[in-house]
């Protein structure tokens, strides 16, 4: 089983998601091997929990709060996602870049997720940064360049597949490792094509309907 995530990032408005649905839905749950996943900005999930319900298709939040409740104006907390989402990326880049998360912070996300039952999906650059993981179980990793990111210059799939290697030697558990930065349904299967590598974290080309739908038949094939 691969694992295919469409990281929405701050993009599309309720009509936009309605849209891409529309003319995607039948063509995904069609899918064969892949368990894809869809994290839409905050506001959006009910909208593609309704879009998505009846098929195999799963929901995720981009970032949670790494505390349970209180007073964090414009914080979104695990206990508020728990039930609406399966999964929830945490540590992603941009998060660190724009938002000064720190590696503390990121370690308490991760269990925050855990208590409110979502699956975390932790974007890792270097071995440094898997520091933070307490429990290998019920997690996926994903290895993201920041080079690669919104760069149109993915990594090399060799390299991908040593890093994901070497962060399971790190873990010392079998978690899967996702690859993730300027994947296309060009490459996309190079990089899955790798026996260590376990999906992929899709920004851009997750977007466009058609694109995604070309994207995921070409990973499941
Ligand atoms: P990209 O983004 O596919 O647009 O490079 C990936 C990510 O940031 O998760």
């Known amino acids: ?10 993009n599309k408005t309720d009509q936009e998601v309605r849209d891409f649905f529309a003319v995607s839905r039948e063509a995904l749950r069609l899918a064969k091997g892949v368990e894809i996943v869809f994290c839409p900005p905050f506001p959006l999930i009910p909208t593609v929990r309704s879009e998505v319900v009846g098929t195999p298709l799963k929901v995720g939040a981009q970032d949670l709060s790494s505390e349970e409740d209180g007073a964090r104006t414009g914080d979104v907390s695990g206990k508020q996602i728990e039930g609406m989402a399966d999964y929830v990326i945490v540590g992603h880049s941009e998060r660190k ?15 925050q997720a855990r208590r409110h ?13 898997l520091k933070v993981v307490n429990d290998p179980t019920h997690l996926l990793l994903a290895y993201e360049p920041t080079f690669a990111i919104g760069s149109g210059h993915p990594d090399t799939p060799a390299n991908a597949a ?14 899967p490792v996702l690859y993730g930065g300027s994947v296309t349904a060009d490459n996309v299967k190079e990089f899955l094509s790798q026996p260590e590598i376990d999906g ?17 038949h070409a990973a499941s094939t």
């Not at 997750?206 to 995921?216: M, T």
Request: glycine content about 6%; hydrophobic content about 50%; overall charge negative.
């Open 1 to 10: 089983m691969k694992y295919l995530v469409a990281n929405w990032k701050m």
């Open 97 to 111: 870049k724009l938002f000064h998360e720190t590696s503390q912070e990121i370690a308490a996300k991760l269990v």
């Open 162 to 175: 040593a890093v994901a290697k070497s962060a399971r030697e790190i873990l010392g558990h079998t978690v």
């Open 117 to 129: 039952d979502l699956t975390p999906i932790l974007c890792f650059e270097t071995p440094e940064e």
């Open 200 to 216: 992929a974290l899709v920004g851009s080309a997750s977007l466009d309907p058609a694109g995604w739908v070309g994207l995921v």
